[in-house]
């Protein structure tokens, strides 16, 4: 089965037949990290993503692996956390086994304390809870969209600067913005 993926829309793909299928996240057990740096008072610990037990040469902040969401063949969405007892804080990244590091989020606020849980993964999102009753839902697109900074994420959410994005956050409710 060829999958055309210059064809590709929302998760649905042109075969080499003419027919088409539906490309699915899902959940797998097949990545790991493996720490290469301790944490310090300033920055996060450091680890390396090693995907069906080959290391891939990706470095991702965080050591512990929540979960990883395999997007379609060379890209996975991770949770990873720092095993921070009473504050801790979520760092969502995506990555692509032969490009490397594509975008990093962070969700948390200081003096937040939150457990990760409830993923499930519907077309081309995945939701879970995280600090409180708020649903989160991370929207991988297909390429980068165009990011409009201070507008465009929920209160809670931090990233790097820049104009483009893979990965578009909403929160359900709301979250209390931090005083």
């Known amino acids: ?44 610990a450091k680890s390396a993503v ?14 512990v692996l929540e979960a990883a969401v395999k997007v379609d063949t060379h890209r996975y969405l991770l949770f990873i956390t720092d095993d921070v007892i009473f504050e801790e804080a979520l760092t969502i990244v995506l990555i692509h086994t ?14 937040a304390s939150g457990y990760f849980e409830e993923l499930t993964t519907i077309g081309n999102s995945v939701s879970f809870k995280f600090i409180g009753d708020t649903t989160w839902t991370i929207n991988v697109s297909e390429s980068l969209r ?14 790097t600067p820049g104009l483009k994005k893979y990965l578009s956050v909403t929160a359900n409710p709301a979250p209390a913005k931090a005083k």
Request: proline share 5%; aromatic share 10%; hydrophobic share 35%.
């Open 146 to 159: 165009l990011r409009i900074p201070f507008l465009s994420d929920p209160s809670g959410v931090k990233r």
């Open 1 to 44: 089965m060829r999958i055309d993926w210059w064809f590709c829309w929302w998760g649905t793909c042109g075969l080499a037949d003419g027919t088409y299928v539906e490309l699915k996240m899902q959940t797998v057990s097949t990545v790991t990290l493996e720490k290469n740096q301790e944490a310090t008072d300033f920055s996060q």
């Open 98 to 111: 032969n490009q490397g590091l594509l975008e990093t989020l962070h969700l948390g606020n200081e003096y």
């Open 50 to 63: 090693i995907v069906e037990g080959k290391p891939t040469g990706i470095e991702v902040p965080g050591q």
